[in-house]
């Protein structure tokens, strides 16, 4: 037979060596320790993403009524809503593996204002 009679399930000798490669590429990504500690990390912050946005809908309701009842807006409550987004816009930004700074309560304190992110630097320039 020659290759070009070959079944198309036949692999070649030259294609076995580049694809060992990417095996043991594939070995070793999922191998990696710190994957599989960043997925434990993701499922915790999937959990307090949850509990943010059911406290956070609270605290709308409440505004709500709030603002019903007096005509005027609570601050603190505002406080707390802000924070609660800003929170929000960490886990999300940790969970789509834009940064690696884990949010509160791990590598960061509570968020009282947005930070500054690489794209926010460059935009200034």
């Known amino acids: 037979m020659t290759s070009d009679d070959q079944p198309m399930d036949h692999v070649s000798s030259s294609a076995n060596a580049s694809g060992e490669t990417e095996r043991s590429e594939l070995e070793k990504n999922i191998t990696a320790r710190s994957t599989w500690i960043r997925l434990l990390f993701m499922i ?21 009524f709030n603002v019903l009842f007096t005509g005027a807006t609570n601050k603190q409550l505002k406080t707390l809503g802000h924070s609660l987004a800003i929170y929000s816009f960490e886990v999300t930004n940790y969970l789509t593996f834009n940064t690696e700074k884990k949010p509160f309560p791990f590598d ?16 200034d320039d």
């Open 44 to 64: 915790i912050y999937v959990f307090l993403y949850t509990i943010s946005r059911i406290v956070a809908s609270v605290v709308v309701l409440i505004q709500f």
């Open 108 to 123: 960061a304190a509570w968020p009282t204002e947005l930070p500054r992110t690489e794209s926010a630097d460059s935009d």
